[in-house]
């Protein structure tokens, strides 16, 4: 089954707007990834924030994290048409070996 | 290589065939991963090595799949007897340790079942 569930499972903005991804995941984590994948791509690491952090930035990126919820936010603020891409967030569960395990996405399009 | 290196990227063949795909790590990473992705969906995980410890094969879907990995370099996925269910992009992604950090993934090999 998989541990992150990503909503909404599409997402069209207009450029210049936030865009604003969730993230609910089942079991206690080390940390919680976000990656981005192009059409016809491999996925590229965005960010990660571990389970005691609250809140991250990288450039226009913001990534939230609530352990008591099991949840988690990613916001793009002033979107770009180059945004455009699928968005999964991946878990790294507590414990050894851990599988990464990753939701079924997010489809943002940007409008330009 | 400087980033992970999957081959082939395309592969076409007729159902009951074996295919094998191949990932080169990045050097040093002890971490390596194998995820299927079908069209339009989320990544599935097959299968993870970690240094010499004995790989966790719990996501392959039947005895038809298997994978390989040499010490810490390359690893080889084999899927037996083809099914068109089959058909899917195969991911490989590495990192460092298997606890932490981020995957880095390559380019996928799609492989399609006719």
């Known amino acids: 089954s998989q541990q992150g569930e990503e909503d909404p499972q599409a997402l069209s903005i207009q450029e210049g707007e936030n865009a604003t991804m969730n993230c609910s995941y089942k079991?206690?984590?080390?940390?919680l990834q976000w990656y981005r994948q192009n059409s016809g791509r491999g996925l590229v690491h965005l960010i990660l924030i571990r389970s005691n952090e609250r809140e991250k930035h990288s450039g226009r990126l913001r990534v939230t994290l609530d352990t008591s919820k099991k949840s988690s936010s990613l916001l793009i603020t002033a979107s770009r048409a180059a945004d455009t891409a699928s968005y999964f967030c991946?878990?790294?569960?507590?414990?050894?070996?851990?599988?990464?395990?990753f939701g079924k996405g997010i489809t943002l399009s940007v409008r330009p | 290589g400087a980033g992970v290196s999957q081959s082939p990227s395309n592969k076409v063949t007729e159902k009951g065939k074996d295919v094998e795909l191949r990932c080169d790590p990045i050097?040093?990473?002890?971490?390596l991963y194998w995820y299927r992705q079908r069209l339009g969906q989320g990544l599935e995980f097959l299968i993870y090595f970690q240094g010499n410890s004995a790989p966790d094969k719990s996501g392959l879907p039947s005895d038809r799949f298997s994978a390989e990995r040499t010490g810490e370099s390359v690893s080889t996925l084999t899927i037996q007897r083809t099914q068109q269910e089959d058909s899917a992009v195969y991911l490989c992604?590495?990192?460092?340790?298997?606890?932490?950090?981020?995957?880095?993934f390559g380019e996928g090999s799609r492989l399609t079942v006719l």
């Open positions: 079991t206690s984590i080390n940390n």
């Open positions: 050097s040093g990473h002890t971490a």
């Open positions: 992604a590495s990192r460092t340790t298997g606890f932490t950090g981020e995957l880095f």
């Open positions: 991946a878990t790294d569960r507590t414990g050894a070996n851990s599988k990464l395990t």
